[in-house]
């Protein structure tokens, strides 16, 4: 099965702030990665898919980008609604998720 | 639109078999390429993936989980139906149902969840 491991776990941000977030897979998956964020006691929402296409109506501030092993999301400034948990999500074969990465307000 | 509901138990004792029923709107599951999948996540962890079924009635099963699970679908109620045997407090998890997009094998409509809680 293939593995998918984010980094960092957690981390503190302020608000207007530039932040990436890792995921890489322990084999090579093409494109086929998606992003999502989750709120607290909501369910998650999709983001990003094929490692960088943008859904629709996701603010232009996150953007995807890598393939093979390593992907990256990036918020180019953070906003006070972004303060969330991100999950990768492999589908090149099955279905796997990393651990998620908490972004935290400083 | 497309939405999506998960009902079930809130509470199953260890050992018992959980039913969860996903009824959705918006779609059909006889529209080719569509599919609906379950994830699950304990409190304050990550998502797991537990199975997915196509319009075409081909499964997909954790590997993990594979012996435990069975997903079926009645397109006639737009409902799809998980059993999970053998439950253990360890399985202890809000469980989502998503709409799998066509033709990819990711998600982009999530029900709101519902937490199963295993304890005797």
């Known amino acids: 099965a293939i593995r998918m491991t984010q980094s960092p776990s957690s981390f503190s941000a302020s608000t207007g702030d530039r932040v990436t977030i890792t995921c890489r897979a322990s084999?090579?998956?093409?494109?086929?990665l998606a992003w999502y964020q989750q709120k607290p006691g909501k369910a998650p929402k999709l983001l990003i898919y094929a490692a960088s296409t943008l859904q629709s109506g996701v603010p232009s501030r996150f953007s995807g980008s890598g393939s093979g092993t390593d992907f990256t999301l990036t918020i180019s400034c953070l906003q006070s609604e972004d303060f969330a948990t991100y999950y990768c999500?492999?589908?090149?074969?099955?279905?796997?998720f990393g651990q998620g990465t908490k972004v935290e307000i400083k | 639109q497309i939405t999506l509901k998960e009902s079930g138990p809130t509470l199953v004792k260890p050992t018992q078999t959980l039913t969860l029923t996903c009824t959705f709107s918006?779609?059909?599951?006889?529209?080719?390429?569509?599919?609906v999948g379950w994830i699950r996540q304990p409190p304050g962890k990550a998502l797991e993936w537990l199975a997915l079924i196509y319009w075409d009635d081909d499964k997909r099963y954790s590997p993990s989980l594979k012996s435990r699970l069975t997903i079926t679908k009645d397109t006639s109620k737009n409902q799809v139906v998980l059993t999970m045997t053998n439950m253990d407090p360890v399985d202890t998890a809000t469980y989502y149902c998503a709409h799998r997009v066509r033709g990819y094998n990711y998600f982009d409509y999530w029900g709101q969840g519902t937490l199963v809680t295993v304890s005797s």
């Open positions: 084999q090579g998956i093409s494109s086929y």
């Open positions: 918006g779609f059909s599951l006889s529209t080719s390429g569509v599919g």
């Open positions: 999500q492999q589908y090149y074969s099955g279905w796997t």
